[in-house]
């Protein structure tokens, strides 16, 4: 397990630090100039192997469970790195969602985290998505009631609305799937049957919100052809084309370029997919050089330490 709480964090970091220097170039510059490797400079004019709040998130997150799962804490944590207290790369914040931006503003107003995020059709971007995998090795053993309720409390600290909870809860249900040692075909066809018949059954989820999933939950997303594949920073966007990548790719690093060089939220569709195939393939089969070049890799990799020696003795 603990390979996979690192294996899944550091793949979530670096998918993250491949897509920053590009994000919001076009698909069409992508494919003119691919990303290949880790690169400086770019949009926020970073050294090689910067994170952004993706990684941020995740990280804060991460840190929170190594001490139990309280979203007061989490939302303060949130707060402590948008005031550039923790878990930034450089001291300094660069990249927020404006529906992070609003959450935070409200945590530090003193709301109930999980009355903190949006509920409106309109705050479905992919900043709980992007942060929301370490909760997964927390939920892991819950039943799937449990699980969905966590998943919920836990993104609605910044994105309250139902479709960004089931965005979440496909996501973390697919990599459960694979932290039990499924294969990736096994793993998705397991989901689109059990998580179905969980929101069928959920008085919460209309069916009309469960129909956005319908290319995911009724069809075969990975059969789509590319340019069918959006890739900006809506959250079914973004799921879609983490499990597109992941599920069209043999490795790692195929799996991160794939959804970096979708262009527009590179980061985040990297961050995103990195997290499944992180943990699907092992912290062996990310290239090395990658790892090193990592901004605060140790720092991360004592957390990710620290989490897995905390749900050991749970």
């Keep these: 397990m603990e390979n996979k709480v690192k294996a899944g964090i550091l793949g979530v970091c670096i998918g993250d630090a491949l897509g920053v220097p590009v994000e919001f170039r076009s698909r069409e510059q992508l494919k003119r100039s691919p990303v290949t490797k880790m690169r400086a400079l770019g949009t926020y004019y970073q050294p090689a192997g910067t994170w952004s709040d993706d990684s941020s998130l995740t990280l804060c997150l991460a840190d929170s469970l190594c001490y139990g799962y309280d979203t007061e804490d989490i939302a303060l944590k949130f707060l402590q790195w948008y005031n550039a207290e923790i ?4 001291g300094r914040v660069f990249d927020i969602g404006i529906a992070t931006r609003q959450a935070i503003y409200k945590i530090s107003k003193g709301y109930a985290p999980q009355l903190c995020g949006g509920t409106s059709e309109f705050d479905n971007g992919n900043g709980s998505l992007m942060r929301i995998l370490p909760l997964l090795f927390y939920i892991k053993d819950f039943p799937v ?3 969905f309720d966590k998943i919920k409390e836990t993104s609605s600290i910044t994105h309250g609305h ?8 496909i996501y973390l249900e697919f990599l459960l799937e694979i ?3 499924a294969t990736k075909f096994e ?4 989901i ?6 969980f929101l069928d059954h959920n008085p919460i989820c209309s069916q009309s919100e469960i129909d956005k999933f319908d290319r995911i939950l ?3 997303i990975f059969e789509y052809e590319e340019e069918k594949i959006g890739s900006s920073g809506y959250v079914l966007h973004s799921l879609e084309a983490s499990l597109w990548c992941f599920l069209n790719s043999e490795s790692y690093s195929e799996a991160v370029l794939k959804a970096v060089n979708l262009g527009e939220d ?6 995103i997919t990195g997290g499944i195939a992180g943990i699907y393939y092992g912290l062996e089969n990310i290239p090395q050089e990658w790892i090193s070049e990592l901004v605060r890799k140790d720092d991360i990799e004592k957390l990710c330490d620290k989490l897995f020696k905390k749900l050991q003795n749970n």
Excluded at 187 to 190: G, L, P, T
Excluded at 266 to 271: F, M, R
């Design 162 to 169: 139902i479709r960004s909870v089931i965005a979440c809860f």
């Design 192 to 197: 689109k049957k059990t998580v179905k018949h």
């Design 87 to 90: 878990w930034t790369p450089h």
């Design 145 to 147: 009631e449990a699980r």
């Design 218 to 220: 009724n069809k075969n």
């Design 187 to 190: 793993a998705y066809h397991k």
């Design 179 to 181: 932290l039990i040692g």
């Design 266 to 271: 590179t980061d985040t569709t990297g961050a």
